[in-house]
């Protein structure tokens, strides 16, 4: 067993010895162990508690669930016992002998049965039952209820959570002792209270301030007036702070006197700790030092739904091995234990070993409890905090509506002062749900620093490339549609393993860089309907998946990341790499960098180091550079913390996977006639330097005819002219190639998009519409509020008309951009020459790299063929269109079918899910109206009026959330012309003499041009490529 997992096997033998040696008075006796269970009363099995007592953890049982134990009971001079069921779901009852003698509501949290009964007495054996009630048998007002948004998802077995022990006492019991820090003063206060059950107040009570060994730091004794009181206590001067870097456990032991002994104690963990928003509400303060907090996410109950949960729910060591030494071992200082409070001994571990938390209540898309059971339950929440130094922040719901926030927020304040003040998540703070590169696109473009918000925020749910143990992906409604969006169908283990990195370490990374106060991707321990696990083969392996490396940039107290999106360079280009070092370290130092450059093979082409003096808590922006290697090939650039601190154990590398392309002319081009319209700057300079002969568009000898976003740029204002000249190249029987049609624009609520720098020195602005305010808290009114002026424009097309050849098309807004596009079923023709299909993920300017503006391409005068593929991607049954009568509605771009135009149930389920979206996914709140009228139309019909149309619509390129997006469309003509339209990002991209000088600006792509060059060759007749 690991050396470091000893300490806590200390303290529960330390535990063991209190609960059976010597006098029993003001002990505590462990009823952890073996149990008889079965439904109804009916015994059929014998269990561990605590323990889930069904594998069919994902249905309520079929009756209440009871547990059943002989207890003999220890031999002593105490007069009464109380059971303490710190956590058992639901409504527990508890049995003596037969005779019930408590009864509860809810079970999340503590709950304390006094055991009157007069067989409870020293050296008595009794029949202890309990009795906990199914899930399908709780009000919905009970507080330990779970959301019905989470059902789907969690945990319904009835199951005992936590430890079950007897705490045997005299006539007093200690039921408040709450620590109030005040490092000011240098003390701390303690509120305490007794549970009596006798008339009389005892004779003193003693407080001790105990190291971790057990020596006395400091004590007192009163002699009590009342049942409750405050007692002070000054810390002494060797007691340290408690931090993640520097975990100090101590205890406060309170014990109640009366005759000659001892009638009851109880023992809290302690540290002086402080964690704080700071007064400018810029950043967090831990200890009056700033602190981001860096760590990941635990879904209890939604474990507890998986089966190999059964066996490892309570196994303390495994959650060590696999919980607590990963994160500390890769720098994290935060567990947030999302809408389940987890076991008190879990937080004992985060206490010892250094881990911040966050708890959280199980209140989710809705309210939980009522007026009069939440404030109970918040008190107890608060109270299982106060006793924990590692406590950070406090969340009182999740993802609800603001009246509801409201409501139960007042519950809250019913008790506050009651407890030491805490920062109070979505109150204090943002905590932002953004899943880019996962299930959306959108998240960075939403936020540019952490100064766009008021207050500190944390982004702690990102990731979401959900998989099992086994690279299975999750069965959550989004995500396997979010792998094909950015893997294309058929993707493999191996890919999603890499797009998992990316969406959890480069994400991370550029949530760290922006100085975002807090990181916590989703889910390290969650279920396989939603989040996955970060382990691979059988859990109780504990084998960590690669992710947990790619977050050590994210986690470690030190650190270096490179900001970077571009990915593709020419042979031998020198590149300059802007690198953010991180030095969250209470000691300022010379900070050890390397640079390194290496093959697929792992081999090291080069490497270069240097040192950056970084002060305490401090963030250095530095620049370095690389030279490329000039063979054609991809690499991995990385760069690591050389002298990392805090315990870190793994190395601390930011990895960036880059391309070096050699461009190729193809053949199809060498000897071809290349008409370019003179507005057209950028792209005659590109033909012009790889040796491409370009004439005016109206001449009669050019084979091809290729437009880019200037050309466009007139079209759109009117100029018949050129339109009239791309016309007649299709009647004649020539091959137009449109680039950059349509707006260059990146999605509502976010940065402008940079202006294009002609090569005639003028400046084009990129086409976008009016946009809400975005520069304060544009995430929070994305997730809140829809913009209406965007809503209004969206439902609407931007453009239509005839394009050349007469072919109808038509564009409108779609919810967000797209960084990766793919070959369509119809062939890999336009990757030629390239390394692979996956260099067309991410080019080269704008933040993610984006290649695919948030607008849609639709032909309206489709083939039957293309009609077909059109609604097949969208799910319809293409033989039912043949057949008919067939009808699609159509809800916020999800779809349902039917035969007939009157389908309820139809309608009832694409309302559920895109309700679901938009209560699940709150990215895409703001872009998406649930309650909008649904359009219905008889595709079928629409099939049949295709009958005899010439042409032949080819989608060449998908991209986008279910691979809808078709943002390269080849139109066939029966003739031979052909007309390719592209709105594809290649504007600004096609040659380095433009390259914007910002980091997010558009700069010089060769993999960007290779594409270029093949959709101008696609189709013409071979000659021989050139390379250049």
């Known amino acids: 067993m690991e050396k470091q997992f000893f300490k806590i096997r200390t303290y529960l033998f330390l535990w063991c010895l209190l609960s059976f040696g010597g006098s029993s008075i003001g002990q505590v006796v462990s009823l952890n162990g073996p149990w008889e269970t079965g439904i109804n009363r009916n015994y059929t099995e014998t269990l561990t508690l605590p323990g889930i007592p069904t594998t069919d953890t994902h249905n309520p049982a079929p009756g209440n669930v009871w547990f059943k134990r002989k207890v003999q009971l220890p031999s002593g001079k105490w007069s009464h016992a109380t059971l303490l069921v710190k956590s058992a779901l639901y409504r527990p009852k508890v049995y003596i002998d037969g005779q019930k003698v408590g009864e509860a509501i809810g079970g999340m949290m503590p709950i304390y049965f006094d055991l009157k009964s007069q067989q409870v007495r020293p050296g008595n054996e009794v029949t202890l039952e309990i009795e906990l009630a199914s899930l399908s048998n709780v009000p919905d007002d009970d507080p330990a209820k779970p959301s019905p948004a989470d059902l789907w998802r969690s945990s319904q077995a009835s199951w005992v959570r936590d430890d079950l022990s007897l705490i045997l006492y005299n006539h007093w019991r200690v039921d408040r002792l709450i620590p109030f820090t005040d490092l000011e003063q240098n003390n701390v206060r303690l509120e305490w209270g007794l549970a009596a059950r006798v008339e009389d107040l005892p004779r003193s009570i003693e407080v001790d301030l105990l190291s971790a060994e057990g020596k006395v730091l400091a004590s007192k004794v009163e002699s009590p007036e009342n049942l409750k009181g405050t007692l002070v206590l000054p810390l002494p001067e060797e007691m340290k702070l408690w931090s993640p870097l520097d975990p100090n456990v101590y205890k406060i032991r309170m014990r109640v006197m009366h005759g000659e002994g001892i009638a009851h104690e109880k023992t809290i963990n302690y540290a002086p700790k402080t964690f704080e928003v700071s007064a400018d509400k810029s950043r967090f303060l831990l200890n009056g030092n700033t602190c981001t907090l860096r760590g990941g996410s635990i879904v209890w109950n939604r474990f507890a739904r998986e089966a190999a949960a059964k066996n490892l729910i309570d196994d303390r060591e495994w959650f060590y091995r696999a919980v607590i030494k990963p994160f500390k071992d890769h720098g994290a200082n935060l567990l947030r234990f999302h809408l389940y409070p987890p076991p008190e001994w879990m937080l004992d571990m985060c206490d010892e070993y250094g881990l911040l938390t966050q708890l959280e209540a199980q209140y989710f898309h809705g309210r939980g409890g009522s007026d009069e059971t939440l404030p109970p339950y918040y008190a107890k929440l ?237 963030t250095v922006e530095t620049l370095s550079s690389v030279t490329m290697p000039s063979a054609h090939g991809s690499y991995v650039l990385e760069a690591e913390m050389m002298n990392p601190v805090g315990g870190v154990t793994v190395p601390v590398v930011s990895r960036w996977d880059v391309n070096v392309h050699q461009l190729v002319v193809p053949a199809e081009l060498k000897n071809a006639k290349i008409g370019v319209s003179p507005v057209d700057h950028e792209l005659k300079q590109a033909l012009d330097q790889v040796g491409l002969d370009t004439y005016p568009i109206a001449s009669r000898s050019v084979d091809v005819v290729v437009t880019s976003f200037h050309s466009w740029n007139a079209i759109s204002a009117g100029d018949e002219a050129l339109m009239q000249e791309l016309d007649k190249a299709i009647t004649k029987g020539k091959k137009v190639v449109m680039l950059d049609v349509g707006p260059k624009f990146h999605g509502e609520k976010c940065p402008e998009p940079a202006a294009i720098e002609g090569l005639d020195g003028r400046t084009y602005p990129a086409h976008t519409i009016a946009k809400a305010d975005t520069s304060k808290n544009t995430l929070l009114i994305a997730s809140r509020q829809f913009s209406d002026e965007f809503e209004a424009q969206r439902k609407q097309d931007i453009w239509t008309g005839d394009f050349p050849g007469g072919i109808g098309l038509s564009m409108k807004y779609a919810f967000e951009p797209e960084s990766h596009f793919h070959p369509s079923a119809n062939g890999e023709a336009l990757w030629q020459h390239l390394g692979s299909l996956q260099q067309t993920w991410l080019w080269n300017g704008l933040r993610g790299g984006l290649t695919v503006p948030a607008v849609n391409l639709f032909i309206n005068d489709l083939d039957q063929a293309s009609f077909l593929d059109f609604w097949a991607k969208r799910g319809a049954d293409t033989t039912l269109i043949k057949s008919g009568p067939y009808y699609a509605y159509e809800l916020e771009g999800y779809f349902g079918f039917s035969s007939t135009n009157d389908d309820l149930y139809v309608l009832q389920d694409l309302y559920k899910r895109v309700h679901f979206v938009v209560e699940d996914l709150v990215s895409l709140k703001g872009l998406l109206n649930p309650d909008s009228d649904a359009k219905i139309q008889d595709i079928s019909a629409v099939y049949q009026s295709l009958q005899g149309k010439s042409e032949k619509i080819v989608p060449m390129v998908i991209a986008g959330y279910g691979l809808n997006k078709t943002p390269v469309i080849m139109v066939e003509f029966d003739h031979g012309a052909q007309l390719m339209v592209s709105n594809l990002f290649t504007a600004g991209r096609l040659t380095s003499s433009q390259d914007s000088p910002e980091l997010y600006g558009y700069r010089y792509d060769p993999v960007a041009l290779q594409f270029v060059l093949n959709m101008a060759a696609y189709g013409l007749n071979n000659g021989e490529a050139d390379v250049k």
């Open 382 to 618: 608060m109270t299982m905090a106060a006793q924990h130094p590692s406590t950070a922040i406090i969340q009182l719901y999740n993802e609800t509506e603001e009246e509801l926030e409201r409501q139960m927020y007042h519950s809250y304040l019913e008790i506050s002062d009651d407890f030491p003040s805490y920062v109070i998540a979505n109150h204090d703070t943002y905590n932002l749900h953004r899943y880019w590169w996962s299930m959306s696109e959108n998240v960075a473009l939403y936020a540019n620093s952490w100064k766009d918000y008021d207050r500190p925020t944390i982004i702690d749910e990102f990731g979401a490339n959900y998989m099992n143990e086994y690279w299975e992906v999750s069965s959550y409604p989004r995500a396997a549609p979010g792998f094909d969006r950015f893997l294309n169908k058929g993707h493999t283990p191996a890919m999603r393993q890499k797009m998992q990195e990316w969406s959890y370490g480069k994400i991370g990374e550029y949530w760290r860089r922006i100085g975002i106060q807090g990181v916590a991707p989703f889910c390290t321990l969650g279920p396989y309907e939603d989040g996955g696990n970060w382990y691979v083969g059988p859990l109780e392996e504990a084998n960590l998946k690669p992710l947990w490396d790619a977050l050590a940039p994210v986690f470690s107290p030190r650190a270096v990341s490179i900001e970077l999106w571009d990915r593709n360079f020419s042979p031998g280009q020198e590149v300059n790499l802007p690198l953010y070092v991180f030095n969250e370290y209470h000691e300022s130092d010379s900070l050890a960098i390397e640079i390194r450059l290496k093959d697929l093979e792992n081999q090291v082409i080069s490497r270069r180091q240097f040192k950056v003096w970084a002060e305490a808590y401090s």
